[in-house]
């Protein structure tokens, strides 16, 4: 039997993260784990990513339980190319333009999120736009071929600390977590892609990158937001009551472990399940005839305390 990762959170004895030269060897090697539903260190040009099938929402789940992010924040898809972004994503005219301008590089553009993309809703957290990027790096070009998946790939640390540019910063924050790191040396940009947002007829600057904007007319966008202000998540436009055992008859009762619920966030109270199906039950809530919603605790620490985390704000009076 295959031997399980654990993705609780904490630190852990698990087995060794492999460490690979980057290579036909590795490539092949972190293909079978991602098609099986793990997440993988990979360098890009930028930093070292932590990449998961974008259309497995448990696999995308496995990124934040190792990475022990506080909050789901939506994640960058990694595309091989312009027609494969142009599948999940839709492309204005100004979006192809700065496309076909730096891609392959170092540019992610946030653009409307096309309806039959495939992408699980855990990667854009629930909302209608998606953040694509075409990386240059040879060792992630080989292994979204090798793939034919979107990959989901934050940095590859662990939340909080700072990004990585070579495998032996993966393993100092990652080790014993993730199976495996390419190592394909220092990485050339060293800071995370610019993003600009192409989603409403304008450019937004949403975080500063290796891309000069302001160097060149053409690509400057019309507003620059903080990047604080970017990590906006799906609402329910219901009320949401948290910790509920038991539901009013008023409420559409999402359940966990021992709690049934209406529908269950995971039945045997995994919460890489839960987080994987997270978003898609709040949007199912939404949808449900009851005027309001109640959620059964989710104990535990790791991935469950950012699935409260999201639950917290997702239940904040606006
Ligand atoms: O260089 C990079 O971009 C690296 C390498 C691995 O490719 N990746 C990276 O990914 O930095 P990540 O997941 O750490 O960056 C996500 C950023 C966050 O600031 C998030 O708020 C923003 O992208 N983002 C993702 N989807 C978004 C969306 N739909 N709307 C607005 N911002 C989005
Ligand atoms: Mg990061």
Redesign the pocket.
């Known amino acids: 039997m295959m031997r399980r990762w654990s993705y609780s959170g904490q630190a852990m004895s698990g087995p060794a993260t492999r460490v690979m030269p980057m290579g036909d060897e590795a490539i092949a090697e972190a293909a079978r784990l991602v098609l099986s539903g793990e997440p993988v260190a990979v360098p890009?040009e930028?930093?070292?990513?932590?990449?998961a099938d974008a259309t497995n929402p448990q696999a995308v789940a496995r990124i934040f339980a190792a990475k022990g992010r506080p909050a789901f924040?939506?994640?960058?898809v990694?595309v091989p190319d312009l027609p494969s972004a142009e599948k999940v994503g839709r492309f204005s005219r100004q979006a192809r333009e700065l496309a076909l301008a730096h891609w392959p590089g170092?540019l992610?553009l946030?653009v409307p999120?096309a309806a039959d993309s495939g992408i699980a809703s855990i990667v854009?957290?629930g909302?209608p736009?998606?953040?694509l990027?075409v990386?240059s790096h040879p060792t992630?070009q080989a292994l979204l071929r090798a793939c034919g998946k979107p990959l989901?790939?934050?940095?590859?640390n662990a939340s909080g600390l700072i990004?990585p540019t070579r495998a032996s910063h993966v393993l100092a924050s990652l080790g014993g977590r993730i199976p495996l790191v390419i190592d394909g040396g220092a990485t050339e940009?060293g800071?995370?892609?610019t993003?600009i947002?192409a989603?409403d007829g304008t450019l937004r600057l949403?975080?500063r990158?290796p891309i000069d904007v302001d160097a060149s007319a053409a690509d400057r966008p019309t507003a620059v937001e903080a990047?604080g202000q970017?990590?906006?998540h799906y609402a329910p436009r219901k009320p949401l009551r948290l910790d509920a055992v038991e539901a009013e008859s008023d409420e559409f009762h999402i359940g966990f472990g021992p709690v049934e619920g209406d529908i269950s966030l995971s039945e045997s109270g995994d919460p890489v399940e839960a987080a994987a199906r997270l978003f898609d039950l709040l949007h199912q809530a939404d949808a449900a005839p009851q005027p309001r919603i109640a959620v059964a605790p989710v104990p535990g620490r790791g991935i469950a305390a950012a699935i409260r985390d999201r639950l917290k704000r997702a239940a904040a009076p606006r």
């Open positions: 890009t930028t930093v070292y990513g932590l990449a924040n939506p994640l960058i990694h170092p992610t946030v999120l854009t957290a909302l736009t998606i953040a990027r990386p992630m989901a790939a934050p940095s590859a990004s940009r800071i995370e892609s993003i947002a989603t949403l975080r990158g990047p970017l990590a906006s």
